[in-house]
Each structure stands twice: as C-alpha cells, then as structure tokens.
C-alpha cells in the first residue's frame, strides 16, 4: 500500500520523508493557497523531497485548458510530478489526451463508483475517492472504498485507487483492510498512526532499565 500526505507544507513533507516511507504527496488548490507561495516553485520543491509520485491540479474547466495546463506543468515542473484532473466529462477527455501522451493523472473529486471505473476506462493512473467529504454528508465514505474495490475485483482494471480526504486513523485501517492501493493523509493522521501509549510506555520501561545495566557497569 503506498502513502501519500495530503499538503503543500514543505515542512511537513521533509517530517514525514524522513520517516522513509513516504511514497507520494498530493496537493489541490486550496492546499497551495494555505501554503501562501508560488504554485510551481513550492511544487518543485516537493518533488525535490519527495521521489514518488506529487499530484500537482489543474484549474482550468475546459477540456483543451485542462490539457494544456498539464502539458506546461509536465514541461515545466520535475518528471515525478503528475497531473491533477477533476472527475467531469472535460477531465475524462483531458485524461485521455493526456495519457495519450504519455502523461500520469490523478482523476480527482470521485464521489460514486461509477465515476471512478469511467476515469479508469479515460485512462487515469490513479483515481481520488473522496472519503470525509462523503461522510460529512452524513453518508459513509467506506462504503464507495468497497464499491469500488469490488468494482475493480470484477474486470481487469490498473488504474490505483487512491483514498483521499482522510480525517482519522480509521478510514487508513479500512482501507487497507479493503486493499486500496493508496492512501493520502494529512500529517496528523500520518503521527496518529504512528503513536501508541503502549509503545511509549514499554520504551520508558526498557530506558529506565538500561539506565540501570549502564549504572552497574554492565553495558
Ligand atoms: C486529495 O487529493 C485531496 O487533496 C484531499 O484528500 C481533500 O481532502 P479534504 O476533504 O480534507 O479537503
């Protein structure tokens, strides 16, 4: 399963790069715009933290806008950056076009089943069901996780399913219990996964206890 943070914060990327298991970033506008910079040149920068995958969005509504922004952003930005597209008719065909040319995509704003096996069939390399969204709706966002897992199990489908718009720890443990091939998370979520009082406590215990093997000479 790979995992990907959810932000445009350069700090929080290096945080969880260091961790070694960072696989991916994703970033939407209103990411960059709570970053405060220059969409590219924080782009960039990601991309130069982080090797795997970083989802950089187009905003342009229109199919030849859409295509033509991801075209310059793959031009201009570094080879592990992808395109960003949101789940219309105008994006289908902008991810058609683009794959054609060889480009990655990342079908965005996926709220059925139903939209994610069309990005798929358009070609996207991944497609971003919106899990929080749904549930704060008062919907369960699992439940399109599972639709659309099984969706895949039925026809011989490459397109990754990426879990986006995680709010807990939860939604992680289910979607790795349904075999979603990538989540992507904020940095909190990424420390709420990490941390456990019984780790924390059993790492005081055997501090405490070496303290005394080295008090006694015997380390
Ligand atoms: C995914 O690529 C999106 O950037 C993100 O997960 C949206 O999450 P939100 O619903 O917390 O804004």
Redesign the pocket.
């Known amino acids: 399963m790979e995992f990907?943070l959810?932000t445009a914060d350069v700090d929080e990327i290096r945080e969880i790069a260091a961790w070694g298991i960072l696989d991916g970033v994703?970033?939407?506008p209103?990411?960059i715009k709570k970053s405060g910079r220059d969409f590219k040149t924080v782009v960039a920068e990601i991309a130069a933290i982080c090797k795997g995958p970083i989802?950089a969005?187009v905003t342009a509504l229109d199919t030849a806008g859409m295509v033509e922004q991801g075209r310059i952003l793959k031009e201009e930005l570094p080879d592990n950056v992808i395109i960003?597209i949101p789940c219309t008719p105008e994006g289908l065909a902008a991810t058609k076009i683009l794959t054609a040319d060889g480009i990655n995509t990342?079908v965005?704003l996926v709220f059925s089943a139903a939209q994610a096996l069309m990005a798929a069939k358009a070609g996207a390399t991944y497609v971003?069901p919106?899990?929080?969204?749904i549930d704060?709706t008062g919907a369960d966002g699992m439940t399109l996780i599972a639709e659309i897992m099984s969706t895949w199990d039925n026809y011989n489908i490459k397109t990754k399913v990426?879990a986006?718009?995680?709010?807990h720890p939860t939604h992680v443990l289910a979607c790795m219990q349904m075999g979603a091939h990538t989540v992507?998370?904020?940095a909190k979520t990424f420390r709420q996964l990490m941390s456990h009082p019984l780790t924390d406590k059993g790492l005081a215990g055997f501090m405490k206890d070496w303290a005394e093997v080295e008090a006694a000479g015997n380390a």
């Open positions: 990907f959810d994703t970033t939407n209103s990411l989802s969005e960003k990342n965005t971003s919106f899990i929080g969204r704060d990426l986006a718009s995680i709010r992507t998370m904020p």
